[in-house]
């Protein structure tokens, strides 16, 4: 699986946009872009995945640049219940690739 | 209730006791992975099954680790005379198996302290 990059910890005030980073300058072109969050003693929970394009859910939207070596998870208003870490994750298609885990961002959501 | 379920949620044990884990996946998938997590650290790969078939083991499990998946349903993780260095959060997670689309759904993990 390609590395990735992300900081190791962000704050965000309540109601704001939290924008978290993530750069993956080696992915393969079969590789997808995951993001999962974990919330302190709680298991990881997908949020969203992308291969090329702009991916938006319930949850978060996803932007992956043209070259595809970095990516933003963007949470549009962020509230107290987002503060976790957040894992930017690539993985290739291929049949029984896992997700490999870095140590993630700490965000934390402040009023 | 349909997510992943792990039991126990909490585990203290001496050191050199043995411990068994239960997990039980979301009923159609037919993927399910066991991880380890330390504090501070991202969760860390173990093994995972397609159905009852073992397919892959990290160099992290141990001989004293070992995984069932007997009817291609729950799995076990047993840990065999546990040592201090094993206290950590046991996460278990299923999928259906789909590609890279494929995301996983994880339980809420057993955590283990041994001492």
């Known amino acids: 699986d390609a590395k990735t990059t992300q900081p190791p910890s962000m704050d965000c005030a309540e109601g704001r946009a939290a924008n978290l980073p993530c750069n993956h300058s080696?992915?393969?072109?079969?590789?997808?872009v995951y993001w999962y969050r974990q919330i302190h003693s709680q298991g990881p929970q997908y949020i969203i995945h992308?291969?090329?394009n702009n991916e938006t859910n319930e949850m978060a939207s996803l932007i992956i640049t043209e070259d595809r070596k970095s990516s933003t998870l963007i949470l549009p208003h962020a509230t107290l219940r987002d503060t976790a870490v957040y894992y930017c994750?690539?993985?290739?298609?291929?049949?029984?690739?896992?997700?490999?885990f870095g140590a993630g961002t700490i965000l934390r959501v402040k009023s | 209730d349909t997510g992943v379920s792990q039991d126990p949620r909490h585990k203290i044990t001496k050191r050199g006791q043995n411990v068994t884990f239960r997990c039980d996946p979301i009923?159609?998938?037919?993927?399910l992975y066991w991880y380890r997590q330390t504090l501070g650290q991202g969760p860390e790969f173990l093994t995972y099954?397609?159905?009852?078939?073992?397919?892959?083991k990290s160099r992290l499990l141990s001989d004293r680790f070992s995984a069932e998946r007997p009817k291609g349903s729950f799995s076990t993780l047993e840990i065999q005379r546990t040592e201090q260095g094993d206290s950590a959060m046991y996460l278990c997670?299923?999928?259906?198996?789909?590609?890279?689309?494929?995301?996983?759904?994880f339980g809420s993990g057993t955590r283990l302290t041994v001492v």
């Open positions: 994750i690539v993985r290739s298609a291929t049949y029984g690739n896992k997700l490999v």
């Open positions: 997670a299923s999928s259906l198996g789909q590609g890279a689309a494929d995301g996983y759904t």
């Open positions: 099954f397609q159905n009852e078939a073992q397919l892959e």
């Open positions: 992308g291969l090329k």
């Open positions: 009923s159609e998938h037919n993927r």
């Open positions: 080696t992915i393969s072109g079969n590789e997808y």
